[in-house]
């Protein structure tokens, strides 16, 4: 059984950092493109960020460009949202995602096969 469990999320003031995590379990994810949405409420889920099978590329939504950084351990089968000047607009539950083909990330849900329950990240003024 293949999951993806997000970790890292909590309260945090405006300006502030956190970095979530997304551990996979169930099958190796190297040769794939893994990604992170966001879901605010009464909004519709929208793109963060993704990143290839080697790391070497990723791609960001305007929102998050210059402030969040995503990476990836695949020793550990692990990737990482690093989110820095957090405004109260990033407010929203975070998920990870796995694509089962395709080394690159995309910006599309329906190119992930694997969805993590999500982490909450609240940001106050």
């Known amino acids: 059984q293949v999951q993806l469990v997000e970790s890292g999320g909590g309260l945090v003031q405006a300006g502030g950092s956190l970095r979530l995590s997304c551990a996979a379990s169930?099958?190796?994810?190297?040769?794939?493109?893994m990604g992170w949405f966001r879901q605010a409420p009464g909004k519709e889920r929208e793109f963060v960020a993704c990143?290839?099978?080697?790391?070497?590329?990723?791609y960001y939504a305007d929102s998050a460009k210059g402030r969040f950084t995503v990476s990836r351990d695949n020793a550990k089968n692990t990737v990482y949202l690093q989110m820095n000047s957090l405004k109260p607009e990033d407010t929203a539950v975070y998920y990870c995602?796995?694509?089962?083909?395709?080394?690159?990330?995309?910006?599309?849900?329906?190119?992930?096969?694997?969805w993590g329950q999500g982490t909450q990240v609240t940001v106050s003024l």
């Open positions: 995602a796995g694509r089962r083909s395709g080394s690159l990330g995309s910006t599309r849900e329906y190119d992930y096969d694997y």
């Open positions: 169930g099958r190796a994810f190297s040769s794939n493109g």
């Open positions: 990143i290839s099978d080697s790391g070497f590329s990723a």
